[in-house]
């Protein structure tokens, strides 16, 4: 079978591999059928991501159909729809114990620390793989992994109905964390440099777009809030300048979520966390997000309405990722298809 792999950095190949087969009992053998580009990806490729390892088969963005499952496996069958769960942990570390597997001391993500889905064929613990309606368009389900990175967010900031959110970046990531406030019930404020994709924001449901390289933010967001401040500030642009900027706009008692990988400093002084008591969280991948992510699916509540951009056929790979490097301005997000 053939995988996609990136050889050393700036180098993707298509790679003639043996074709995995079901070992263990909890294995289930799935037929790829869509994967999505993601940022990350795009890291890996570029030889920027301190946690990937080359060789790597890259994809963690996985939608497929189960082909053949092990003996001991109850929850997926042959012929099931199915998106793939990336993270793989030890369950015995504290994070582990403390049901945050997520950031487990062991951890292994699929596509990553170990090879991904871009190939024809893969083999998972069932686990890691989940069912979804089989009705719904393979283009469709394949955006379950960077909704569950939205969930992750709206959830480590424990947003609530009508609570003002702030969004800063309406990328892939902060488009899927605006999809899942507004099925909360937030208010969403977003903010981009980009009036396109502010535009898009607008139409999937944000409340009020600021443009930040026009816009005071700040401002917008003391009038938005008449004052108070935003009730949660999640950041999808990761600069060290909008880390700062989310802690000075929070209200009292408001939580700043923090997505970024950035090593830099930001310069945060104590006065507003303490005086107003703000709660600064991480939030990496998602832990038991799936479930949900795939119930609003199934129950029509979440479309990419657009979000998907660009399809390539697998054989075209190297095409797609060129493509997706030289046209951030016109992606969202691309997906490789597999017949
Ligand atoms: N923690 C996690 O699990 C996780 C998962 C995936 C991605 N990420 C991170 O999320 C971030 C966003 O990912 P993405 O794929 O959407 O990236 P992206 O680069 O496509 O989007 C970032 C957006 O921010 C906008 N922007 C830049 N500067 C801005 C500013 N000062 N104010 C407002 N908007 C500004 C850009 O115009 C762009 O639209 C990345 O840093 C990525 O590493 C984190
Ligand atoms: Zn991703
Ligand atoms: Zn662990």
Redesign the pocket.
Known sequence: MKAVQVLRARELVIKDVEKPDIKNPTDVLIKVKRVGI???DMHIYHGTNPLATLPRVIGHEVAGEVVAVGEAVTSVRAGDHVVIEPIRYCGQCYACRKGRPNVCRNLSVFGVHEDGGLREWVVLPEQQVHAVDPDLPWDEIVMAEPYT?GA?AVWRGQVEKEDKVLI???????LCVLKMAKLIGADVMI????DE?LAFAQENGADLIVN?GRED?QQAVAEWTDGEGANVVID????P??FELAVEAASPAGTVVV????ERPASIPQLPITKKEVTIVG???QTNQFSKVIRWLNERKLAHNGLVTHRFPFDQVREAFAFVENH?DKVRKALIIFD
């Open positions: 993601c940022g990350s990175i992750q800063q970046g309406a990328g892939p990531i902060g903010t981009d440099l980009s994709r930040a933010v999808a642009v990761c600069l300048q909008t997505l970024g990988f950035d939030s990496r991948l951030p």
